[in-house]
């Protein structure tokens, strides 16, 4: 793997944190950027916003929000095949 692409895994794997709009209210959420990638791209396939993804796996979560995000991208994934 050369320098360039070492810093961009690097990167992905890092958490970061973005607020969001959940139910008239403002929470942030961590998560790795490969996972705000995949919500984006989810997102955009499905014609709606990020927010309203994020609020949508939030009316049906058990635990943590951001761990229930990474297993919505998980399921995602394996549905398509990816």
Known sequence: MTA????????????RKRSVRIGGHDTSVSLE???????GEIARARRVSLNATIA???RERL?????????FVLESLRRRGG
Not at 63 to 71: D, E, F, H, V
């Open 33 to 39: 950027g490969a996972f705000w990638d995949a919500l």
């Open 4 to 15: 360039r692409g070492r810093k961009n895994a690097q990167g992905q794997a890092r958490p």
């Open 63 to 71: 635990g943590n929000l951001s761990s229930a995000l990474r297993l």
């Open 56 to 58: 949508a796996v939030d």
